[in-house]
């Protein structure tokens, strides 16, 4: 079985590359503590490991030189995008370089004719879908903060609307990247489709830097639906709303978004935002389509919704309306943290099939309540996916070993229904200890990958495996 | 850089192992010259290249002695679904044991709540349909043959209706694998998605058995649409056809299926089905969705069809009106042949980016007739794929000289417009001149995975790399 060993720190080898890269880089080269902060993990309470220098390339080939040096000396190259990643994933446990994108931040085409753009990774979603915005077109995957594209390819990001069009292993085409021994490669040409050869572009999406670094992406695109239609439902049970969820998506309604927020959730929002929506489970749902379509598609929701005991159905495609509607959900993030002001969140991503969700998103509430601990739930439902997050004081240590205890019980509770341990996040550091129990054997091959193509484990060490 | 050197034929290997295998198989292991050369090509001029045995299990347990068996003695394994690949995958260059899954064809669980099912790999599409009919589900991936699961899975199928539904990679949540040491694993769990580690999912998918033999696929499921509709509609050129669909897919229209069939295609279904359709570019349609939906979806497509010069656009939502609608399609594989009979159809799998279709077609279709090769055309559009398939005499060596001229000249005319050799068909031995073309750099990875988890070279020796 192949190993994956961490190396230890290299120190006269990070010394000599961070030199060399000085040389080449002068400023574009730093060093300051509070910019090498900034550049480990700073989202949870995963102990920040900041790189020992951050570089600041502008292009594929300054990237190919970095690595080239870094390759050389055995030092650590750890991919940065905006940071937003939530298992650690920028962390240098054992140094190196960190190289951050975000002057690689230039979209280089946009084929309307083909819905597909071209983009270097550090293109946020929002500055694209500012940009095709003129042209009819939109880049669907939203994992709520305004993440770049290469960090979403590097953890197979989703979000909100994944129901309907699927994660970053559906809408990446191509990808150009760097790999371990400073080569650059294409992983695939333009067309819509390919059967030739290994697909390398879906191993490099979700291999969170550890194989390779992205640098630029084909992604595809999608024609801004003529309309949309958003609508909101209580239900009394967390099972209610569910069945109202299986039967949406067997119905094959084309639903683009459909999310979950249990009674604690919806509390918050009620206390945040002025809102006084019933303290039950929620359900907020988007179509897109045709005026006709997306209001065929809201009605046959409000059907549904009755028949599985749904209360207060509304809908609308009017946009201000829609916002309205979706207030709850908006301010969620917010709204969960005034709950407990000082106290921070702590994200849990389990994902199951959609038949065991009831199951799983009772257990975990009933266990957090169990366990005294606040922890509001927003869930991707289509998907079966949900978030549910303990809020937090960081300086009661056995509030912290509670949460830890939760986190984990989660975590296996979902392995145990046919289910992952992230849905979404990445592996990173903070998951590390359950893909084993996942995945089991196939993580052999994965460490057989990673020690093939990058024998010294200099891409992102400590990540993943 | 790795090289993939296929074994010299190792005789003294293959008996011995043929030895072991009769006690443990008896006379489910065959060494009959018939059956031997049933399994190997079949389905174009590739040379048949048989194996020495093709034993039948029944269970993945038994694929895994198999293969340790064979990896004990260097014997290379070759799996079999149907025998319908294109590209010459179940050949045996230097002979070994073919694994024939036909007795492995139980669908072993259907989700309905989650949209899944799971089955061994020798179940046949038209076989899972026919099981999910009555629980009005339908798997969607229809690459034309009824061809095994598991061997459309390893050639990453796809077929009509992936511009609605995808490929095969879309379609497979999870795989059971024998790896090349005889090791099972599960690549993935049963959620729909996951951020859990590397995608050996799709890694697998499209590896056409050269890094392990699938041995079960959870496949996602989709509700039969509660209407379909059909359209046809002629256009006076390739051009003003090719413009036709990208307005249509551009507008969001969900097309199911949107297939071209050229002029000379035209002719040929005109001929075999006595149908007196003009004898110009040709494209059918089906829309999937709601009554209201599909009508909907026709009638835009009519109005795009009116824009861009469309003729006798026809559309229909009744079922044998559809059929009647669609027979042209339905018939040409027949039809094709019947243009000379006795002579051989030569498949061909381009795939490019759409805004460059017209152009590629229009020079695949007048590079045919320079070289007075009989080759009609018919294309999945949506996708940018199409196959144009010249009917030549086998026994005319220039002819025959012609035809491979013409194959080679455009595989690389696809991938100098950023498309591919083989949208659907694989690489098998047939496109492995084309590969290093294609993606260049890229493929030196693909070997390193190639001999870092199957370091003898024993999984389908001389296919893709």
């Known amino acids: 079985m192949v190993q994956i060993t961490t190396l230890p720190r290299n120190e006269t080898g990070i010394e000599t590359a961070i030199g060399i890269l000085r040389q080449a880089f002068g400023d574009r080269l730093q060093t300051g503590a509070s910019i090498r902060e900034q550049h480990g993990h700073t989202t949870t309470w995963i102990d920040n490991q900041p790189p020992d220098a951050v570089v600041f390339p502008h292009s594929t080939q300054e990237v190919s030189e970095i690595v080239k040096v870094c390759a050389a000396h055995k030092v650590p190259v750890i991919g940065f995008g905006t940071g937003t990643s939530l298992e650690g994933h920028v962390n240098a446990p054992v140094g190196g370089i960190c190289v951050d994108f975000s002057r690689m931040d230039r979209i280089l085409a946009v084929h309307a004719d083909d819905l597909d753009c071209v983009v270097q990774p550090g293109v946020t979603r929002e500055q694209l879908n500012t940009h095709l915005r003129d042209q009819g077109l939109f880049f ?3 994992p709520g903060a305004n993440a770049s594209l290469g960090g979403m390819a590097s953890t197979r990001a989703s979000g909100t609307n994944a129901v309907r069009y699927g994660t970053m292993k559906d809408n990446v085409i191509a990808l150009e990247a760097v790999m371990p021994d400073g080569e650059i490669i294409r992983t695939a040409q333009r067309a819509k489709k390919t059967s030739a050869g290994y697909d390398l572009t879906r191993l490099l999406v979700g291999a969170e830097g550890t194989l390779g670094l992205i640098t630029e992406i084909t992604l595809r695109l999608h024609g801004i639906p003529e309309a949309m239609s958003a609508a909101r439902c209580s239900f009394s049970t967390v099972d209610a709303a569910c069945r109202a969820v299986m039967a949406t998506i067997q119905y094959g309604v084309p639903v683009a978004r459909i999310e979950l927020l249990d ?9 945040y935002s002025r809102l006084d929506l019933p303290e039950t489970p929620l359900l907020l749902l988007e ?31 009017s946009a201000e309306e829609r916002n309205r509607l979706w207030k709850a959900r908006h301010d969620f993030y917010w709204a969960a943290l005034q709950m407990r002001p000082g106290a921070t969140g702590f994200a849990t991503d389990v994902c199951v099939p959609i038949s065991r969700l009831a199951e799983c998103v009772n257990a975990a509430t009933a266990r957090a309540e169990e366990l005294g601990l606040l922890a509001p739930l927003v869930g991707h439902v289509g998907d079966g996916n949900f978030h549910i997050s303990p809020i937090v004081d960081k300086s009661d240590p056995e509030e912290v070993a509670r949460t830890e205890d939760f986190v984990a019980w989660l975590a296996e509770l979902a392995i145990s229904m046919d289910g992952t341990c992230t849905g979404e996040h990445g592996i990173g550091q903070g998951k590390r200890a359950y893909l084993e129990k996942e995945l089991g054997p196939a993580t052999r091959y994965m460490r057989a990958i990673k020690a093939a193509l990058d024998p010294d484990n200099i891409m992102n060490p400590g990540k993943i495996l």
């Not at 009674?263 to 206390?271: H, L």
């Not at 209001?295 to 159905?313: C, K, L």
Request: charged letters at 20%.
């Open 140 to 142: 669907p995957i939203d």
């Open 263 to 271: 009674k604690v959730a919806v509390r918050a929002v009620n206390a």
């Open 287 to 317: 179509f897109h389509g045709s005026e006709a379509g997306v209001a065929e598609q809201a009605e046959t929701f409000g059907a549904i919704a009755e028949d599985t005991g749904g209360m207060g159905f509304e809908w609308t495609s």
